[in-house]
C-alpha cells in the first residue's frame, strides 16, 4: 500500500507489520496519479523535473527502485495499467502541429498549437528485449522485475522502457484523464484545455493505416469519473446530475442509470471500524508531525498497540 503524506512525500506502507518506509522519489512537486499493476508489483506515477514538466515513473516493489519511463522533455501524465498488467498506458504531449494554417491570418501572428495530447503504451513483457546482454537465461517476462536476480544483468533504464514504447494509432486530442478496461484505453477528452468538463470516449479500430477517431461513450459531458476495481462498472458526474453504468466487455456502448434520486440511499456505518481508523489517523499524524522525532523518548509503536484495544 501507498500513501503519500500532507509534505507530498511518497511511502510504502507494509501492511503486515504496519511500518512504512520512505520511497526516494526526485520530484520538484508531490507524485500524482498513482496507478497500481494487477499483481501489487510495480506502481505507476507520475514525477516532476525541476522545470515542473510531468514524467511517468514505475516504482518496482521487489526491488524497492523507481525509473523514469519517460525523458521530462515533454508533458506526460495519467499513466495507467491494462487489466493483466501487462501494458502501460499513459499520454504524453508530443503533437506540435499548429492550429493556424495561415500566417497571415488577422491576430494569428504566432502557431496556436491545441489537441497536443497522443496515446502511448509500454509493452512490458518486451522491456530489455532489444538491450544486448541485458537478459539471461533464466528472465522471466511475466514477472518483469527489475531486479538481477529475476533474470537481468543490470537494472532497467528509461532505454530500455522506450525501446517498448509506442505511439498508439490515435487521433491527437486534449486528453485530461486515461483508463484501461481489459487491454482497451478510455479516456476524457476537453473541447479546450482549460475546460472542466470532457466527454468518456473509446476507440473502435478502424482500418489499417489510419488514425482511431474517438467515440463518445454517453450523450454528455462529465465533470468527475470514478471506476470500480475491476473497470468494469463506472460513476460520474454529467450536465443531468449523477448516474451510473457497466461497459459491456464487447465494445458497445454502456446505458446509463440514473441515480439523481437520492431519498431511498442509505449508507450504513460499522462505528468500531470508524473508530479504529480514527485513532490510526490520529497515530499517524503525531508520529510524522510531532516536534520531536523521538516522541520524548516514547516509544510510538508500543504506544499503539497499548491503546488499539480501547477502539473496540
Known amino acids: 500500500m501507498i500513501a503519500i503524506t500532507i509534505s507530498g512525500k511518497l511511502y510504502r506502507l507494509d501492511s503486515q507489520t504496519g511500518r512504512a518506509a520512505i520511497i526516494d522519489v526526485a520530484s520538484k512537486t508531490m507524485p500524482r496519479w498513482l496507478s497500481w499493476a494487477a499483481n501489487s508489483r510495480k506502481m505507476a506515477f507520475v514525477t516532476y523535473t525541476p522545470q515542473d514538466i510531468g514524467r511517468v515513473s514505475i516504482f518496482d516493489v521487489d526491488c524497492n527502485t523507481v525509473t523514469h519511463v519517460t525523458s521530462g522533455r515533454y508533458e506526460s ?17 508530443t503533437n506540435f502541429r499548429s492550429t493556424v494554417t495561415d500566417p497571415w491570418a488577422p491576430r494569428n501572428y504566432w502557431p496556436d498549437y491545441q489537441h497536443r495530447g497522443l496515446i502511448y503504451s509500454i509493452d512490458l513483457d518486451r522491456v530489455g528485449d532489444s538491450s544486448a546482454g541485458l537478459k539471461t537465461s533464466t528472465a522471466q517476462n511475466s514477472s518483469w522485475s527489475e531486479c538481477a536476480d529475476n533474470g537481468y544483468a543490470r537494472p532497467l533504464t528509461m ?9 498508439l494509432p490515435i487521433v491527437a486530442a486534449n486528453y485530461a484523464m486515461l483508463f484501461a478496461v481489459g487491454d482497451r484505453p478510455y479516456a476524457v477528452v476537453k473541447k479546450a484545455v482549460r475546460d472542466e468538463k470532457g466527454n468518456l470516449v473509446d476507440f473502435p479500430k478502424l482500418s489499417e493505416g489510419r488514425r482511431r477517431v474517438s467515440r463518445p461513450l454517453f450523450d454528455e459531458d ?9 473497470k468494469r462498472s463506472l460513476i460520474a458526474i454529467g450536465r443531468g446530475g449523477l448516474f451510473a453504468a457497466q461497459v459491456p466487455p464487447d465494445g458497445t456502448l454502456p446505458q446509463k442509470t440514473d441515480l439523481n434520486n437520492v431519498s431511498n440511499l442509505a449508507v450504513k456505518i460499522d462505528k468500531s471500524v470508524e473508530r479504529v481508523q480514527m485513532f490510526n489517523e490520529m497515530w499517524r499524524l503525531y508520529r510524522d508531525y510531532f516536534w520531536d522525532p523521538k516522541m520524548n523518548g516514547k516509544n510510538w509503536e508500543d504506544a499503539r498497540r497499548k491503546y488499539i484495544g480501547f477502539t473496540d
Not at 532505454?159 to 505511439?167: C, G, H, I, K, P
Not at 462529465?222 to 475491476?230: H, M, P, T, V
Open 77 to 93: 501524465y495519467f499513466p495507467a495499467f491494462s487489466s493483466d498488467g501487462r501494458k502501460l498506458y499513459f499520454i504524453s504531449e
Open 159 to 167: 532505454r530500455d522502457y522506450q525501446l517498448a514504447t509506442e505511439e
Open 222 to 230: 462529465i465533470f468527475k469519473i470514478e471506476w470500480s476495481a475491476d
